[in-house]
C-alpha cells in the first residue's frame, strides 16, 4: 500500500519511518478524506500501539509518519524461530489484546492483524498501521473498493465476515485475527493455508482449523479452547471483547474446552453456510491487504464461485522491455498465479523483467542480464535461472544475486522443491542442489542414447516429471526421489507442468500444448489429451513462450500485429527499406547477383506453418517460392539458380525460379539446417542435432558427387552456424565450449586447431566476402573482427559497427546477411509500433474440469 523510508525528524533530531502512499492509491482513496481520517489514529495513546507522529502531503504525494522502532517484527522472528515457546507466545498475544481493547474502547478496529504489523521492540509487543486501514475504508475510495468486491484485511488472518466483504466489521475480527497470530506463534504456521488468496479464503469459510494440542502438545487445553473461540465462524460465537479473550488465555475454565476433541468435524449454523455460499457466489472474496501488504484484484475467481468464468486478457508490454526468443522457457508463471517472469529486452542483449498481475509495467530483475530458463521457488518469493555457466538465485522481493552451482554444458530446465532443493536437467542427466548453494550431485542417469529435459516436481516433493529423449522420440517419465526408480509412461510430449487440478501441460510432438489428466499418487496418464483452447503452439523441444502457475494460470507471448520489415543497413547504421511489405519473416539470405532476397516467413502469428518467399530488390515484387508449410532457412547455391531449405526434418533444393520440383538433399533423419554452400557448390554445409545426440554438430552433404552427409564438427559441446571464407579454407562458427556462445575460426574441413573471434559472447558469424573480416553479433551489436588468412590465421581489432533494435531469429540462427560488397547488411527490423503482448488465461482448467 505504501513505500517506508527511514527519514530524519529534523527538527526533533530523531529517526521516523516515513511512509508514502502509492500514487493510485492516493487517487482512489481521495487524500484530503484519507488525511482527515487517519488523524484518528493520532489519538491513540497506549504502550502497545505505535503511534502516529505526523500525516500530510507534498507534490502530489500522501504521506504518514510513524516512530521508527529499533527491534524486528513479529514475521522475522517467527521466520527465524517458526515456532515460539508457550509462555513467551500467550504474553504477545496479551499485549495485542490489551492494545486491541484499548483502540475498540476509543471506535478504533485495526482489520489488519497480523505478524508483520507487530513489532517487537526490548522483547515487546507494539502494533504498527493502527487505524490505517479504517482510513482507508472511510473514504470515498474505500466505499467504492468494497462495492466492487475488495475488503480489508490479508487472507491468513482475515474473519470470514471480512471475506465476504460486508460493510460493517466489527471488533470482532481483530479478535479473530488474533486468535489467528497466536495460532501461527503456537504451530509455526496460521490456520488455513494454501497456493492463492482464494483458495486460503475457501478453506476460512468452510473448515475447522487443526488441533493446537494434536500438533503441540505443550499446548494447554484451556489456551486451546479460547483460540478455538476466538476463531469461530460466526463473530456472535467468538469473544464479546478482546479483553475476554486475553482473560480466557490465563484462567484456567472459563471457556468450556472443546466438545468432541477426538473428532475436529462440526456443524455450522445453516444461515452462516447460506451467507458464505452467497457472498463467494457474488464475487465478494478480493483481498486488499492493507498496511505494506499487497492490494489485490479479481482476476481469479475462488474455486467454490459458481460459475467460475474463463478469463482472458493481454497484457501490452513497453517497447524496452519486449520479450525476446532463447531456447527453452521464456515465461515463468509463478505457483500463485499472481506474478509472471519473462525474458525481456535490454541494452546489452536480454534480462528478467517481473511484472505482478496487478502491476501495470513490468520491472526489470538487477542482475540478471543474459538470464535464460527462469524458475519460481515453491512459495514463489525467489526465482531462480540459468546465467552464464551457474545456476542463480535471487529474491522477487530485491536483492542481489547469489549463485547456486556451475554448470558444465547445456542445461534444460529446472524444479524449486518446497524442501528448497533445485532439480535440473544437464547433460549429465538429472541432477539436484540445495537451494542454500552447493555442489551438485546425480540423482538419475540417463542410459546411452537417452537424454533426460524439463523436470518439474510434484506435489509432497516425492516425485518428479520430466521428458526421455531418444532418437526422435519425447516420451513422459517421473523419478521416485526415494528409491531413484524411473517410471517410463507411454505418453508423449515435452515440458512437462503439473497443474493442482490433475492435469499434466505437455507440448505434443506436433508442437500443441495439451492437458493430460495425471494422477500424481499413481504417477499415471488417466486420460486422453485435451488441447488448449488457443491452440497454442510451441516447440516440443526448442523454444517455450509460456507459462504456467500450478494453481493452472497460463500465459504466453506471440506477436500481435505486423511483424517485421526487411531492412538494409550500411556499416554506419544507417537503414532504409527493403520494400514496404510486413510480415513474420525469418533468416533472409541475398542472392549471389544482390537482386533478389530469399526469406522465411510464417503463414500467421502462432507460427503453425512456414514458407520460403523471394523478394525481388529491383523489381520490388515477393514470389512464393515453396508450399511445403514445412519449408524455412533457405541457401542459395553460388550460381543463384537453386534455393536450399529445411523442410520438416529433411533438406531440399528447388529451382530459384520456380521451373521445378524439390529433390532432397538430405534425408538422414534428425532436425538439419542449410547453412551454406562450398565455393563452386560441390558441397552443402549444415548443422542440427542427429537423431541419436543432444549436441549440435556441423555436418557437410555432397552436391557433385552426391553422397550422404558426413560430420565436420561434432564435440561434447554445441556448434552452430558454420560460415566459410572465400577461398574455403577456413570455417567460423559457433560454439559453446566456454559455457557462453563464441565465434571461432578453424581450417575447412579440417583437422587443425582453433581460433577464438569475438571476446564477450558473440553469435551468428557470416564471413566478409573480402575475406578480411567476420561479421558476428553481440546482443543488439554489429561487430566486425578484422582477420589475417595468409599463412598463419590471426585475428586482429574488433570493432561495433552499429546497434539496433533487430530481430533474432534466434542465438542458432543466422538472421541477417551481407552483401556481396560487404558493406550492406539485410537486416530483419520490427515494424515501428507493433506491440509485444503477454497473454493470460484464468479458469481454463476449472472449465475442464466441469465437462470431465
Not at 517484527?73 to 517458526?82: F, G, N, Q, V
Request: proline share 7%; charged share 20%; hydrophobic share 40%.
Amino acid at each position: 500500500m505504501a513505500t517506508v523510508y527511514l527519514a530524519h525528524d529534523i527538527r526533533h533530531d530523531r529517526k521516523v519511518a516515513l511512509k508514502v502512499l502509492r500514487p493510485e492509491l492516493s487517487a482512489i482513496l481521495g487524500a484530503d478524506r484519507f488525511l482527515a481520517e487517519i488523524k484518528t489514529t493520532a489519538n491513540l495513546q497506549h504502550p502497545h500501539i505505535l503511534g502516529l507522529f505526523d500525516s500530510g502531503e507534498a507534490g502530489g504525494l500522501v504521506y504518514y509518519v510513524m516512530p521508527f522502532v529499533e527491534g524486528e517484527s513479529l514475521r522475522d522472528r517467527l521466520k527465524r524461530e517458526h515456532q515460539l515457546p508457550v509462555e513467551e507466545a500467550i504474553r504477545i498475544a496479551r499485549e495485542v489484546l490489551d492494545a486491541l481493547e484499548y483502540a475498540h474502547q476509543h471506535r478504533v478496529i485495526h482489520r489488519d492483524i497480523k505478524p508483520e504489523n507487530i513489532l517487537l521492540h526490548g522483547g515487546h509487543a507494539l502494533v504498527a498501521d493502527f487505524g490505517i486501514a479504517l482510513a482507508v475504508s472511510r473514504t470515498d475510495g474505500g466505499t467504492r473498493m468494497t462495492e466492487t468486491g475488495m475488503s480489508l484485511g490479508t487472507p491468513h488472518y482475515m474473519a470470514p465476515e471480512q471475506a465476504m466483504g460486508e460493510k460493517e466489521i466489527t471488533p470482532k475480527a481483530d479478535v479473530y485475527a488474533l486468535g489467528c497470530v497466536l495460532y501461527e506463534m503456537l504451530t509455526g504456521e496460521p490456520p488455513f493455508t494454501g497456493t492463492t488468496a482464494q483458495a486460503i479464503i475457501a478453506r476460512v469459510m468452510t473448515e475447522e482449523p487443526r488441533s493446537l494440542t494434536m500438533q503441540r502438545r505443550t499446548v494447554p487445553a484451556h489456551v486451546e479452547a479460547a483460540v478455538e473461540r476466538a476463531l469461530a465462524k460466526v463473530p456472535a460465537d467468538r469473544f464479546a471483547s478482546a479483553a475476554q479473550f486475553s482473560e480466557a488465555l490465563v484462567s484456567p475454565g472459563s471457556v468450556p474446552l472443546p466438545t468432541g476433541s477426538k473428532t475436529r468435524e462440526r456443524v455450522q449454523p445453516k444461515a452462516f453456510v447460506e451467507r458464505a455460499r452467497v457472498g463467494i457466489a457474488a464475487g465478494a472474496i478480493v483481498v486488499a491487504a492493507v498496511g505494506g501488504a499487497l492490494l489485490w484484484t479479481l482476476l481469479r475467481p475462488v474455486a467454490a464461485r459458481r460459475p467460475a468464468q474463463l478469463v482472458r486478457f493481454g497484457i501490452e508490454l513497453p517497447r524496452d522491455a519486449q520479450p525476446v526468443g532463447a531456447t527453452g522457457t521464456t515465461i515463468a508463471f509463478s505457483p500463485d498465479g499472481s506474478r509472471i517472469v519473462y525474458i525481456g529486452r535490454a541494452p546489452a542483449g536480454q534480462r528478467l523483467y517481473s511484472r505482478g498481475l496487478d502491476q501495470l509495467d513490468p520491472v526489470p530483475i538487477p542482475g540478471s542480464d543474459g538470464a535464460i530458463l527462469p524458475f519460481f521457488s515453491a512459495d514463489g518469493q525467489w526465482l531462480g535461472f540459468k546465467q552464464g555457466t551457474r545456476l542463480v538465485k535471487v529474491a522477487i522481493a530485491g536483492g542481489p544475486v547469489t549463485p547456486l552451482c556451475d554448470v558444465t554444458g547445456e542445461t534444460y530446465g529446472a524444479t524449486w522443491t518446497a524442501g528448497d532443493t533445485v532439480i535440473y536437467a544437464s547433460d549429465s542427466g538429472l541432477m539436484d542442489v540445495p537451494a542454500a548453494g552447493g555442489l551438485p550431485r546425480v540423482i538419475a542417469k540417463p542410459d546411452s542414447g537417452d537424454s533426460y529435459r524439463w523436470p518439474d516436481i510434484l506435489p509432497g516433493d516425492r516425485a518428479v516429471l520430466f521428458t526421455i529423449v531418444r532418437q526422435g522420440t519425447i516420451r513422459l517419465a517421473a523419478l521416485t526421489r526415494a528409491t531413484g526408480a524411473i517410471k517410463r509412461l507411454q505418453q508423449s510430449g515435452g515440458y512437462p507442468q503439473y497443474v493442482t487440478s490433475g492435469y499434466v501441460v505437455l507440448s505434443d510432438p506436433s508442437g500443441i500444448v495439451s492437458a493430460v489428466p495425471f494422477d500424481a499418487k499413481r504417477l499415471e496418464v488417466t486420460g486422453a489429451a485435451v488441447p488448449f483452447t488457443d491452440k497454442l503452439q510451441t516447440s516440443v523441444d526448442g523454444d517455450r513462450n509460456l507459462g504456467i502457475s500450478a494453481t493452472g494460470d497460463v500465459a504466453f507471448q506471440l506477436v500481435t500485429t505486423g511483424g517485421r520489415r526487411l531492412v538494409l543497413v550500411d556499416r554506419n547504421g544507417a537503414s532504409r527499406d527493403v520494400q514496404a511489405d510486413t510480415g513474420l519473416y525469418f533468416a533472409p539470405r541475398i542472392s549471389p547477383d544482390g537482386k533478389r532476397v530469399a526469406v522465411g516467413r510464417w503463414t500467421d502469428i502462432n507460427f503453425g506453418a512456414k514458407d520460403v518467399w523471394v523478394m525481388d530488390l529491383v523489381q520490388h515484387t515477393r514470389t512464393r517460392l515453396t508450399f511445403d508449410t514445412t519449408a524455412g532457412w533457405p541457401v542459395w547455391s553460388p550460381d543463384g539458380r537453386h534455393v536450399a531449405y529445411q523442410r520438416g526434418t529433411a533438406i531440399y533444393w528447388v529451382p530459384a525460379d520456380g521451373s521445378g520440383a524439390p529433390a532432397p538433399l538430405l534425408t538422414s533423419g534428425g532436425t538439419w539446417f542449410p547453412v551454406e554452400f562450398e565455393p563452386g557448390g560441390r558441397g552443402l554445409l549444415f548443422h542440427g542435432i542427429g537423431p541419436q545426440r543432444s549436441k549440435a554438430e556441423i555436418g557437410r552433404v555432397g552436391i557433385v558427387p552426391p553422397d550422404s552427409g558426413h560430420r565436420v564438427l561434432g564435440s561434447t559441446f554445441h556448434n552452430y552456424n558454420p560460415s566459410l571464407s572465400p577461398d574455403g579454407r577456413w570455417m567460423a562458427y559457433n560454439s559453446d565450449e566456454s559455457g557462453r556462445f563464441e565465434v571461432y575460426v578453424r581450417p575447412y574441413p579440417g583437422p587443425g586447431g582453433r581460433w577464438q573471434v569475438s571476446l564477450d559472447g558473440g553469435t551468428e558469424p557470416v564471413w566478409s566476402p573480402t575475406g578480411r573480416e567476420i561479421f558476428y553479433r553481440d546482443g543488439d551489436k554489429m561487430m566486425a573482427a578484422a582477420v589475417q588468412t595468409v599463412g598463419a590465421f590471426e585475428v586482429g581489432a574488433r570493432t561495433q559497427l552499429f546497434e539496433g533494435n533487430y530481430q533474432v531469429t534466434s542465438q542458432q540462427i543466422t538472421g541477417y546477411d551481407v552483401t556481396r560488397d560487404g558493406k550492406t547488411f539485410v537486416m530483419l527490423q520490427p515494424v515501428q509500433g507493433t506491440a509485444q503482448t503477454v497473454f493470460v488465461t484464468l479458469n481454463w482448467f476449472e472449465q475442464l474440469g466441469r465437462r470431465k
